[in-house]
């Protein structure tokens, strides 16, 4: 699209570093993965426990996998959504993700759940408890904004953590949270962020997931004024689901990778209240991406 934008992150990468970690962790799994049933989806997961990668946010390394299409926006727009503090799959659609459609929708123990309000509803997942976390005495805590406020004051106390993990609620939503801690930390003027994943659904999802982690250090640098260092993403338990296989087998991994993309950030958004309001999906741009074809993975509710 055309776009006044500065670049924010630099020039091309011509060997991504971050398609070569997330290509790695599928073919350890292929390797070393044991075979888990999953009760929740009544699949067989191929597992491994617990895998560490990097993004360089610094040096604008945007961790967009080249081996397969990857939708972008879709993931950035679902990141926007949280950060508003949605609880409806009609408003994820309003600003450009399909995402939370099927969770919202299809799941059955959720459809039958008396806190389900009605179509689309999602109940207390995600963005809710990052922006209302609810105490016992009634009151709630708006975790985004503390972070926000203390790093725009240059304040790291150890516990800028947005957390989406709340065991007393579960029940409250469609879906227990998969990436459910971010960690911000600064160190002098650069910020530095630690995104922590219980479970992740590697052919489909962690695409995603990266270019979530990603966005959310340079957005939360940006509108804090800082610059932003590296993301740290902890995935515990990776896997790939029985009827993934052989497409993750048979076509991606004999892909050749391609160069890495830029990511754009429009330099007018400058507050919590922006992203809040005036935001879209027409602020952010990717430049030069290139990728082999998608692939219909199957995906579990």
Known sequence: MASS??????????????????LDLCQRIVDEGHWIENERTGKRCLTVINADLAYDVANGEFPL????????KSAVAEMIGYIRGYDNAEDFRKIGTKTWDANANLNDVWLNSAHR??????GRVYGVQGRSWAKPNGEFVDQLKKIIDDLSAGIDDRGEILNFYNPGEFDMGCLRPCMYSHHFSLL????????????????????????????LLAIVA????????????????????????????????????LKAPIFKINPKIKSLEDLETWVTMDDFEVIGYE????????FSV
């Open 5 to 22: 934008f500065e670049a924010i992150f630099f020039k091309p990468i011509l060997e991504s570093m971050t398609v070569k970690q997330y």
């Open 291 to 298: 990728s082999h074809e998608a692939i219909k993975y199957p």
């Open 65 to 72: 996998v080249t081996t397969r299409k990857s939708f972008w």
């Open 117 to 122: 309000k009605g179509e689309d509803d999602m």
């Open 188 to 215: 002098g003027d650069t910020l530095y962020l630690n995104s922590t994943q219980r479970s992740c659904d590697v052919p489909l999802g962690l695409n995603f997931n990266m270019v979530q982690v990603y966005f």
């Open 222 to 257: 940006q509108i804090t004024g800082h610059k932003a260092g590296k993301a740290y993403h902890k995935i515990v338990n990776g896997h790939i689901y029985e009827d993934q296989l052989e497409l993750m087998k048979e076509v991606q991994l004999k892909r050749e990778p």
